[in-house]
């Protein structure tokens, strides 16, 4: 959602907080524990303007007819793209990955860096730690694997989101950039 503060609090009990770690430093303990708040975080996700009204929805779309298609979905948290995928029927591998919100940060775009962050979902917290990386870094690796980019995007959310979700800044044109998507066709 772009540049937030630290005290945003997004809808259905999310919120995130900067915790200062140096990125060279030995992870403390309970860092990148998931589990310790998966079911809150799945919870939330259902509903709220990120997952249920932006992200899956763009993501389904750009995929069209997936019958038989072999698609990794990277970054997809608790699962419910690559769920939706599979009902579609793809054959899909699924992964999590990074996010960026660059709250309290002095963000470099052409540097690869990593922060902490503390995540609470209703309640339950854990601390993740989350690279960011310029554009050309990412395309760069996709090309290198042997992959051919046919698609990136930055979608507007879903027409049908309830406009009690959108934030004020954003509520009359519908788009901010939280996510870039890539259509990658292997051969």
């Not at 005290?7 to 259905?12: G, I, V």
């Not at 007819?65 to 419910?80: C, E, K, Q, Y």
Request: charged content about 20%; proline content about 6%; aromatic content about 10%.
């Amino acid at each position: 959602m772009g540049r937030m503060s630290n005290d945003h609090d997004p809808p259905a009990g999310l919120s995130t907080r900067l915790v200062s770690f140096s990125a060279d430093s030995a992870d403390p303990p309970g860092i990148n524990d998931y589990d310790s708040f998966a079911e809150a975080y799945a919870a939330s996700n259902e509903n709220n303007l990120v997952n249920a009204h932006y992200e899956r929805p763009a993501m389904l779309a750009l995929a069209g007819d997936v019958t038989g298609r072999r698609i990794l979905d990277a970054g997809g948290g608790s699962g419910p793209l690559l769920a939706a995928l599979r009902d579609r029927g793809a054959i899909v591998t699924g992964i999590d990955k990074r996010w960026h919100r660059e709250a309290s940060l002095e963000p470099d775009y052409f540097a690869t860096y990593n922060y902490v962050v503390e995540w609470t979902a209703d309640s339950q917290t854990a601390l993740l730690r989350f690279w960011t990386r310029p554009l050309h870094a990412m395309t760069d690796a996709f090309t290198a694997a042997g992959f051919r980019i046919s698609v990136i995007s930055e979608p507007a959310v879903a027409p049908d989101t309830p406009r009690a979700l959108l934030p004020d800044d954003i509520a009359d044109n519908r788009r901010f950039l939280c996510f870039l998507f890539f259509v990658l066709q292997g051969d």
